[in-house]
């Protein structure tokens, strides 16, 4: 491949089709961010949630690490009750633990 200059001094690499125009750029500097945007939204609305198997749930702590102490724990009525997770689905005890903890 080899580089070619224009007339104005812009350098291309030929064999890539032609240089891309000013308006080319700018429309694409806008829409892909756009674009990330959405899939982005599209992506954080999906409520799935992993199974506790796939996440190697247990119902007791793994040493000072369990569930009432992870950022994704939805703490139930009481200290001492179930409560749910942010990923993972189902009944979650407060002293179990998986693989996705994240300390608060």
């Known amino acids: 491949m080899r580089r070619e200059t224009s007339s104005k001094g ?4 030929s064999g890539f089709g032609t ?5 080319a750029f700018v429309r694409g500097a806008i829409l892909l961010p756009a674009l990330a945007g959405l899939l982005t939204k599209s992506v954080l609305a999906d409520d799935t949630k992993v199974t506790p198997s796939s996440v190697q749930y247990q119902a007791k702590p793994n040493g000072d690490k369990q569930c ?5 724990f939805i703490p139930g009525q009481t200290a001492d ?4 997770c942010k990923i993972v689905d189902g009944v979650i005890s407060p002293s179990g633990y998986c693989i ?3 300390a608060k």
């Open 10 to 13: 812009s350098t291309w690499i």
């Open 19 to 23: 240089a891309p125009t000013r308006g």
């Open 68 to 72: 009432s102490k992870c950022n994704f």
């Open 81 to 84: 009750a179930n409560g749910t």
């Open 100 to 102: 996705a903890f994240n």
